[in-house]
């Protein structure tokens, strides 16, 4: 398969997923926090809108919050506005305490209030469960799962709530309930991986013999990409490496400043 087609599909659902915008209502855990965290930040091109509750101030670290670079709102019109306009509204982390307020229909906060206000429109609302989950490892191992009539306690309003329109997913389901709802099919690591197995049957060279010049140093010839570079030239040259060697003029698409930015990738002028 030649570069030009296995990227064809690629750059017309990626331009497509720009576009994308998700509604984050954060509550306070620490179940899988961190993987929850790094998997909505591997979506740097959707545009994340984000409400949050002081309990997940204090319990979910900064840097998972800032990994998202998104828009923080903080108050109802701004709210209502993210409700109608978003693609998809995502609770990452619901406590029990979300959990139970929401199904009772208490909006004591602006987390539950948008909760609610996004069910009374009809809207499909997918929360991870992890943090509230009686079945969940984590919470057994910590001991909070051996008490079964506050387990079906928990388990009646979580099917109080699929029955206003939540989906209920597990950390583990993220991802794939993302590429849904987003309507993305086409994994980054598994299209960085397919061009590895072109550069592999040496297409790479031909792809990029017109961008890539040799820079003489001290030490080494080092490839130098020149002329408008492309999300797929960058994965390219890198080939694995973290270290990006650009010649002064050089342009570099939006896409391919963000793939950079997500992928922390150090870039060098020559």
Known sequence: MEIEQLIKPIVTQILNMMNKKVLLFISGGAVNVKDIFNTLSSYGIVHYDIVRTDGSNKSIPEECIKGLNGNLINCKNDMVKAIKEADAILVPVMTRNTLSKCALGISDNLVTLGIAESLMMNKEVIAVKDSFDPSNNVNISLGYSKNP??????????????SFGVKFINSEQLDE???????????INKFEQSVE??????????????????????????????GVLTMQDII???????????????????????????????????
């Open 197 to 226: 197995q072109v550069k592999n049957n040496n297409c790479e060279e031909k792809a990029q013999e017109a961008k890539i010049d040799t820079c003489k140093t001290e030490k080494e010839n080092i490839k130098v990409l020149s």
């Open 236 to 270: 390219i040259a890198l080939n694995g490496s973290k270290e990006l060697h650009v010649k002064q003029g050089a342009l570099i698409t939006s896409l391919a400043q963000d793939y950079i930015y997500n992928k922390g990738i150090e870039v060098k002028y020559y």
């Open 177 to 187: 309930a993302l590429q849904q709802k987003l309507k993305f099919d086409i994994n």
């Open 149 to 162: 009539v506050y387990n079906n306690f928990i388990s009646d309003y979580e099917k109080r709530l699929v």
